[in-house]
C-alpha cells in the first residue's frame, strides 16, 4: 500500500500471510482514522525499527492480533493510539505479542468509566501470550482520573487470563484506576 486512507481500510490492513516490515526509521501514521494493521489468525506479523502512530478503533489502535496470530516487534515504537475500549495500542484475545527494545508511549482508551475489565491504554491481552523485553512504557493513560467520578479504566498493560514475561525495560508515568502499570 503505497498510499493509507483509512477509509479505505476501515478494519486495517489486513494481514492474511506472514509479513515482516523492515521500517528503517519510518513512520506508518493512522492519521487518527482508523488502525493500521489487523494480523489474521495463523498469520505472524514481525515490525522492524517503525514508529506506528495517530491510530485509532474500538479495540487495538494500532495493531489488532487475532486468536492464534502473532505480532513480533523489534525496535518499534506505538505513540499517539487511542482505542475506545480496550488496546490503546495492541490488542489480542487469544495471541501472542512479543515486544523486544519497544517503546509503548502516550496510548490511551477512550472509553474510562465501565467497569468490564476493559482498558489497557498501551496493550489488551487475554487469554495470550506476552513477552516484552527491554521494551519501556511511558505516559500511557489519561493523566486526569477520579474514581469518584466514576473513572474505572484499568491497568496501562491489562492482562486477562494471560501469561507474560517481563525483562528489563522502563514503566513509568502511566495511569490507570486499578493498576497504573499492569
Known sequence: VESYDG???PDGIVIASDLTI???GKTISGNDLNRIFKV???????LNNV?????VASDG?????????KLVAN????KDNVADDNGGAIYTDGGQITLTNCVLDNNDVAEISTNDNSGG?????KNALITLTNTNVTNNGKKDLDRSNGDLVNAVINLLYSNATITGG????????YGGAI
Open 75 to 78: 525496535d518499534a515504537k506505538f
Open 61 to 69: 489502535a494500532a495493531v489488532y492480533v487475532e486468536s492464534g496470530a
Open 7 to 9: 477509509n479505505n481500510f
Open 51 to 55: 514508529t506506528i502512530c495517530d491510530c
Open 121 to 125: 491504554a498501551a496493550i489488551y491481552a
Open 22 to 24: 523492515n521500517g528503517n
Open 40 to 46: 489474521a489468525e495463523g498469520v505472524t506479523l514481525t
Open 170 to 177: 522502563l514503566f513509568e508515568n502511566n495511569t490507570g484506576i
